[in-house]
């Protein structure tokens, strides 16, 4: 009896250091482990996702995710150049990934849902992108709005979600429109291109990519800018790193500071020089603070501007008129520009 | 009397007549066959040669013809051969595959065939190839394993599964055929539970699920844990077909060479292994096939085989419309390593005289 009820003793003993030793480990965030690492592994893609990771010529990666995980390098190490590593990861690699260290944060264009949220221990920064569901019509239709489409028809992919936010927005619109489905995102844009319905519902950057592949040329096409349904990106971490996930929100902000505030790559130097303002001047390191509170040198945005731009940038370069996409920005941009983003207040 | 001069002259004229146009019925399905194939080939060779467009950086040209735009294939075929590999660097990629090209295509030549000389051959193979993708030594810049891609990658998973593969499913064989009932019905077990079991899964599990388990020092890279789940997979199968080479032997030929007195071992080596092997060799060049044919399923996790390169070659903003092209030219790359090594089980099959006995 006195020795079970000292195996006990020992054994909760043990169970609870082992706790403790555990809490510990928890404690430490990603951001100490990425610095002391003194590298930056950010998701990759295995393939490509247009728009979002792409491969160049000389295969090195470009795209809207691949910069927000230089900006985020640079703004830990000064620039990306060495300290970043882009590892190619399939989706449903993701989050095993994430969690086994194999990479630091995923920045994979994945959406922000319930069940990822909750049950799969993990955390979401604020989204920097909003994946829209919109329509691509015939220019020729001279459509300016879904509601010009009334009476016509629509091609959408069987089963997916766009295919229920279709129905939805028709219904509460009232728009009387025949929905033809397709199996594949092939046979869909084919059916399309081939004039057997007057508009095809998918994701935008994807309705981009089609409308300059089309083989009557993009300017037979015309994105309509009603949004039927949205799904909002966003950069995710572990559960519980706090700080690792201040990181994230702050770099977006400081991206979006950067474009409502005009700072561009270009001009940053000068303004960092000729600060117009005491904001501005902390912003870009002049003065301390803007850093230091995230644990990082207090210069990190301006290294970050100074390697990949603003938002709008990096939007432009790899979605926007820069690209050969040229998919309008639209909710994408800042409030003051009809869009859904803003900074967060530098104080 | 002879008969032979009754039968009109045997030539290609007469034979092909005989053949395709012997009744009206035959003639007129003969005719459509040949039409519809000499549309066929037509069709493709405008799509595929007359309206295709060649050159390198050529979008705008590919967009105006109705034909193939092999152009995505010379501006980006780098992506496809070497992945993510550093582009300064790809020459070291392009040495690496050939050396393992030409191991592969030496241990085929009958010379090499003994233990004193493949082993060492492989091993020197797989260390050049190491050293010069890995880098780290003799001046030459690292590159991870998670940079390595194209066909460098796929032909070095192929090697290496089916090295570490071959072995194990000898061992494996052997052990189910035990005399211990407990080691035979273990091994049975063990081979019928990774048979029942999807290679993506095992994929999956060895990489990514394996680094939660495993201790620290035996973690290892990722694509030396896909190597050792898929040669395991490897050698489940490829055990069974060696059982089956095995079982084909009359039992008599063991037995003689017990009464001779021979040891397991020479047993094994000399009268059962060879000719088991005989018996097997053209499942097993199917295994090899598929083994060689699955390598792209690497891309789940993560890895830019040829498969996962051609797609990340096409899908960008400029060559995005030319998938068809990009999937024909990873085809034509498949075509070559399997027909060849196809080619070659023929050639030892003849050499064997496997189906003459």
Not at chain 2, 326 to 352: D, H, K, N, P, Q
Request: glycine share 8%; hydrophobic share 50%; net charge negative.
């Amino acid at each position: 009896m006195k020795l079970a009820l000292k195996a006990l003793l020992v054994s909760t003993a043990l169970v609870a250091s082992s706790q403790v030793a555990h809490a510990q480990v928890a404690g430490d965030s990603r951001l100490k482990t990425v610095q002391d690492r003194g590298k930056l592994l950010c998701s990759g893609h295995n393939g490509s996702f247009l728009g979002f990771a792409e491969v160049d010529d000389q295969g090195n990666w470009k795209g809207v995710d691949i910069d927000l995980c230089k900006a985020l390098a640079a703004g830990l190490f000064g620039k990306s150049e060495g300290a970043l590593e882009i590892v190619p990861i399939s989706w449903a690699q993701r989050w095993p990934a994430l969690q086994s260290g194999d990479i630091d944060a995923v920045i994979k264009v994945s959406g922000w849902t319930q069940s990822r949220d909750t049950e799969l221990n993990l955390a979401y920064s604020q989204p920097y992108f909003i994946g829209a569901f919109q329509v691509m019509s015939h220019a020729s239709l001279g459509a300016q709005t879904l509601a010009d489409l009334d009476g016509g028809s629509i091609c959408v992919a069987a089963g997916t979600s766009t295919e229920r936010a279709l129905a939805t927005y028709l219904e509460t619109k009232a728009i009387q429109a025949e929905v033809l489905t397709f199996e594949n995102g092939d046979e869909l844009r084919n059916a399309y291109y081939e004039a057997r319905c007057d508009g095809m519902v998918e994701w935008a950057p994807s309705l981009a990519a089609s409308r300059v592949d089309a083989p009557d040329g993009a300017d037979a096409h015309t994105i309509l800018p009603d949004v039927l349904d949205l799904e909002a990106e966003g950069i995710i971490v572990p559960e519980n790193d706090a700080d690792w996930l201040d990181v994230q929100n702050w770099m977006l902000s400081s991206l979006w500071f950067a474009e409502a505030n005009g700072i561009t790559s270009a001009n940053v130097d000068e303004i960092k020089a000729n600060p117009p303002s005491a904001t501005i001047e902390k912003f870009l390191g002049v003065t301390p603070g803007y850093g230091e509170r995230l644990g990082l040198s207090d210069d990190w945005a301006y290294n970050m501007i100074k390697e990949v731009g603003n938002m709008a940038e990096i939007y432009d370069r790899n979605l926007g008129s820069g690209s050969r996409y040229n998919l309008p920005r639209g909710i994408n941009a800042l409030y003051s520009d009809g869009g859904v983003f803003y900074p967060l207040i530098v104080d | 009397m002879s008969f032979a001069a009754d039968f009109p002259k045997d030539s290609a004229f007469n034979k092909a007549k005989a053949r395709y146009f012997a009744t009206p019925t035959d003639a007129v399905v003969s005719a459509l066959f040949a039409a519809f194939a000499v549309w066929i080939l037509w069709s493709l060779a405008n799509w595929a040669l007359l309206h295709a467009v060649f050159g390198a950086n050529q979008r705008d040209a590919c967009m105006a013809t109705e034909g193939a735009c092999w152009s995505v294939v010379s501006t980006r075929w780098r992506i496809v051969l070497f992945g993510l590999y550093p582009f300064e660097e790809q020459w070291r990629s392009a040495i690496a595959c050939v050396v393992m090209v030409v191991v592969a295509a030496l241990s085929c030549v009958p010379w090499f065939w003994s233990a004193r000389r493949l082993p060492p051959l492989w091993i020197a193979g797989f260390a050049i190839f190491y050293v010069l993708m890995r880098g780290g030594w003799f001046g030459l810049r690292e590159v991870t394993e998670q940079n390595w891609g194209g066909l460098s990658l796929t032909i070095f998973i192929f090697a290496a599964v089916s090295l570490l593969g071959m072995p194990l499913a000898i061992v494996f064989a052997l052990l189910r055929r035990s005399d211990l009932p407990w080691i035979a019905r273990t091994m049975a077990l063990v081979i019928d539970v990774i048979r029942s079991l999807p290679l993506l899964s095992i994929m999956f599990t060895f990489a990514i699920v394996m680094p939660f388990v495993l201790p620290d020092w035996a973690i290892g890279d990722k694509l030396y844990r896909v190597i050792v789940g898929y040669a395991l997979f490897f050698a489940c199968y490829q055990a069974e077909i060696i059982r089956g080479g095995m079982q084909a032997l009359p039992a008599g030929q063991e037995e003689a060479a017990k009464a001779l007195g021979l040891t397991y071992w020479h047993r094994i080596g000399y009268i059962v292994l060879p000719q088991a092997f005989r018996n097997a060799l053209p499942p097993t060049i199917n295994q090899f096939v598929i083994t060689f044919k699955e390598t792209s399923l690497v891309t789940i996790i993560g890895f830019f085989d040829v498969m996962a390169s051609g797609r990340a070659a096409s899908g960008n903003a400029d060559w995005n419309f030319a998938t068809i092209e990009m999937y024909v030219f990873v085809a034509l790359i498949f075509f070559v390593f399997v027909f060849t090594l196809s080619r070659y089980g023929a050639y030892l099959e003849r050499r064997l005289g496997v189906g003459r006995r």
